[in-house]
Antibody
Framework: QVQLQESGPGLVKPSETLSLTCTVS?????????WGWIRQPPGKGLEWIAN???????YYNPSLKSRVTMSVDTSKNQFSLRLTSVTAADTAVYYC?????????WGQGTLVTVSS | QSALTQPPSASGSPGQSVTISCTGT?????????VSWYQHHPGKAPKLMIY???KRASGVPDRFSGSKSGNTASLTVSGLQAEDEADYYC??????????FGTGTKVTVL
């Protein structure tokens, strides 16, 4: 059973960097598929942020590309998200997911609030 | 890369059917067979219902079906049940390992 779990600070100050990690169990991130991040601001819809492949190749939403970095740690079976220069507009529930052309397995999500 | 367009809401009485549309462009929905649908209850992880336009995910009742015509994909829920009340989102592969989501539809069972 593939399971994903997001972790990271729930509160980030404006202009600082949001960092989240997704720990995968039941499947190796080196075995294939892409891995991704999706977010949902309060009261709004889902927004795709970025994907990464086991090789480290990354693919970013053009609207966020200048501020986003994804990485993968195969030794820990984890992948991570960094979003720089955050504002209140980045407040959202952040989900990590396995990507099989589209997400199939999702984490439970973690709320990140941007506030001073 | 614009969000796919879904109606904000849809409703039906128990036992009735409801169909949700998901309109994109030839660069996403119309260009690939990779359209998925998710059921999302607040506070929970989205649940994959349909993948590759019309294939049901494991354990999903056959009351849920998907289709596509041109740049518009559709999800039909037949024989509505109370537990079907949720938000539904479509997602499409958009090339170059990019994805795009729909705006979301709130389904209400009257």
């Amino acid at each position: 059973q593939v399971q994903l779990q997001e972790s990271g600070p729930g509160l980030v100050k404006p202009s600082e960097t949001l960092s989240l990690t997704c720990t995968v169990s039941g499947y190796s991130v080196t075995s294939g598929y892409h891995w991704g991040w999706i977010r949902q601001p309060p009261g709004k819809g889902l927004e795709w942020i970025a994907n990464i492949y086991r090789s480290g190749s990354t693919y970013y939403n053009p609207s966020l590309k200048s501020r986003v970095t994804m990485s993968v740690d195969t030794s820990k079976n984890q992948f991570s998200l960094r979003l720089t220069s955050v504002t209140a507009a980045d407040t959202a529930v952040y989900y990590c997911a396995r990507i099989d052309w589209n997400p199939d397995y999702w984490g439970q999500g973690t709320l990140v609030t941007v506030s001073s | 890369q614009s969000a796919l367009t879904q109606p904000p809401s849809a409703s039906g009485s128990p036992g009735q059917s409801v169909t949700i549309s998901c309109t994109g462009t030839s660069s996403d929905v119309g260009g690939y067979k990779f359209v998925s649908w998710y059921q999302h209850h607040p506070g929970k992880a989205p649940k994959l219902m349909i993948y590759e336009v019309s294939k049901r995910a494991s354990g999903v009742p056959d009351r849920f079906s998907g289709s596509k015509s041109g740049n518009t994909a559709s999800l039909t829920v037949s024989g509505l049940q109370a537990e079907d009340e949720a938000d539904y989102y479509c997602s499409s592969y958009a090339g170059s390992n990019n994805n795009v989501f729909g705006t979301g539809t709130k389904v209400t069972v009257l």
